[in-house]
């Protein structure tokens, strides 16, 4: 059976509980056509201006050293991280492989 945890991020937006929403319910439509279960969910929400912190994901980069789930779910790459040599660093930083659930669907 193939687990992941789900990694949801916003930053600055009017609504971010909705678009947290939407972003997870992304993925869990995604792991459900995957056969994919879910065994955790990972969710940042930063103010504009504010300092980036990202607990969620430094505790879901410090879970994968130890997970029993084999894959990450985000909703898009720019959820990681929206530098390229940033989003690099934190994909070999973990040990499990990165699912991109709504590449699956088509949308950017």
């Known amino acids: 059976m193939k687990t992941a945890v789900i990694y949801a991020r916003v ?10 929403q939407e972003q997870i319910a992304t993925c869990t439509q995604y792991a459900n056509e995957n056969g994919i279960t879910i065994v ?25 050293h130890t997970a029993t789930w084999d894959t990450v779910i985000v909703y898009s790459n ?6 390229i040599p940033e989003s690099k660093k934190i994909s070999q930083d973990i040990r499990t492989k990165w699912q991109i659930a709504n590449k699956c669907y088509g949308s950017s």
């Open 40 to 64: 955790d969910i990972y969710v940042d929400i930063e103010g504009l201006g504010s300092h980036v912190s990202r607990l969620d994901l430094k505790q879901l980069l410090n879970d994968s």
């Open 11 to 20: 930053r600055g937006v009017d609504n971010p509980e909705q678009q947290i």
């Open 78 to 83: 720019d959820r990681i991280a929206r530098k």
